[in-house]
T-cell receptor, first 112, second 113 residues
Framework: EAQVTQNPRYLITVTGKKLTVTCSQN?????MSWYRQDPGLGLRQIYY???????DKGDVPEGYKVSRKEKRNFPLILESPSPNQTSLYFC???????????FGPGTRLTVL | GENVEQHPSTLSVQEGDSAVIKCTYS??????FPWYKQELGKGPQLIID?????GEKKDQRIAVTLNKTAKHFSLHITETQPEDSAVYFC????????????FGTGTSLTVIP
């Protein structure tokens, strides 16, 4: 089944404790992206990647890191999480940037 | 960068009526405009998209119109059904912003049976 998977689905952590949210797609897509969703703000793009070893900042990259060492994986790293990073995070992928993005199920992160 | 505004934020319609959601964008170079539907507890899913060389696109009960001069695009849902109840997001992407997507703030649509 073609899909985007994210792990974990739920995470509660404390300020400053490094964490990684994994994202994997099995569709051989070149374009991958991370979004955060906050009430009243819609979806905001954090980082995106056009292909392996190519990543670019989105609208809200501060406090986040990404890497794209393999085509299928695009982890999101929070090296020192803060409470303002409490949010719902979505990973997405598409064949190319002008195609349909397939979204993962989301990761709900709470930073205390 | 780009700025996408979406209205209304909430919309209630009777089953069978039409629903219209409007978005405006600021960057005249934007050339790809997708619409996503998000059901409760799920990730967004593409329902229709339009490119700047097309003025209108239709897929069964769903249509999107694009006015490049006015820089706005709209989603039209006809003969609404209860299963159309969800949050809808518009988005824009263009050459000037690289490969970055800008989303609207969402419209919560409720279809009343």
């Amino acid at each position: 089944e073609a899909q985007v998977t994210q792990n974990p689905r739920y995470l509660i952590t404390v300020t400053g404790k490094k964490l990684t949210v994994t994202c994997s797609q099995n569709m051989n897509h070149e374009y991958m992206s991370w979004y955060r969703q906050d009430p009243g703000l819609g979806l905001r793009q954090i980082y995106y990647s056009m292909n392996v070893e190519v990543t670019d900042k989105g609208d809200v990259p501060e406090g986040y890191k990404v890497s794209r060492k393999e085509k299928r994986n695009f982890p999101l790293i929070l090296e020192s999480p803060s409470p303002n990073q409490t949010s719902l995070y979505f990973c997405a992928s598409s064949a190319v940037s002008y195609n349909e993005q397939f979204f993962g199920p989301g990761t709900r992160l709470t930073v205390l | 960068g780009e700025n996408v505004e979406q209205h209304p934020s909430t919309l209630s319609v009777q089953e069978g009526d039409s629903a219209v959601i409007k978005c405006t964008y600021s960057d005249s170079a934007s050339n790809y405009f997708p619409w996503y539907k998000q059901e409760l507890g799920k990730g967004p899913q593409l329902i229709i998209d339009i490119r700047s060389n097309v003025g209108e696109k239709k897929d069964q009960r769903i249509a999107v119109t694009l006015n490049k001069t006015a820089k706005h695009f709209s989603l039209h849902i006809t003969e609404t059904q209860p299963e159309d109840s969800a949050v809808y997001f518009c988005a824009a992407k263009g050459e000037r912003t690289g490969n970055q997507f800008y989303f609207g703030t969402g419209t919560s649509l409720t279809v009343i049976p």
